[in-house]
């Protein structure tokens, strides 16, 4: 693969002259897990950032990034979105949805923008990896940058 993959994600940070560099790993349809993906990369788990979507009672979809191993809590999901309850998107609505699929869904570059939240876990470190919208490739970039540009709150998710 090497440098000719270019996905939407990338174009999206070279527009917007963000920096970032990427990461390619070999996808195993059987386990698309960001932990696996963490452990193919050699990366610390904790810096590897998954794209959680929920949809609120009333608020509509919301995005949550974490790190890789983490689980959202719902409850301050709900809260950081101003609603009572939240649910996580079912698997079948995430193309529709996002324009993404399972395990390449990206905080960037999601067919509209929703409110999106990251862990602040995310600035114990000078680079996180985010999906690059596709399975088996990664961007690691600044959490601020990423903040900066989706617009993103910083909130405790887990």
Not at 10 to 16: C, F, G, H, K, S
Not at 60 to 75: A, M, N, R, T
Not at 103 to 132: H, L, N
Request: aromatic fraction near 6%.
């Amino acid at each position: 693969m090497g440098k000719s993959v270019k996905t939407n994600v990338m174009r999206l940070l070279d527009a917007a002259k963000i920096p970032y560099e990427t990461k390619e790993y070999p996808v195993d349809e059987n386990d698309l897990s960001g932990s696996h993906a963490a452990d193919l990369l050699g990366v610390d788990h904790g810096s590897m950032f998954k794209t959680l979507v929920l949809k609120g009672e009333k608020t509509g979809y919301l995005v949550c990034c974490i790190p890789v191993d983490g689980e959202v809590d719902l409850k301050k999901a709900a809260k950081a979105a101003g609603d009572k309850k939240v649910e996580m998107l079912p698997m079948k609505d995430l193309l529709s949805v996002t324009g993404y699929i399972r395990g390449g869904c990206s905080p960037v570059g999601m067919k509209k923008r929703f409110p999106t939240y990251v862990d602040p876990a995310a600035f114990q470190y000078e680079k996180i990896a985010v999906s690059a919208g596709m399975r088996g490739v990664q961007v690691l970039l600044s959490p601020k940058d990423l903040c900066d540009y989706v617009g993103a709150k910083t909130v405790n998710l887990m």
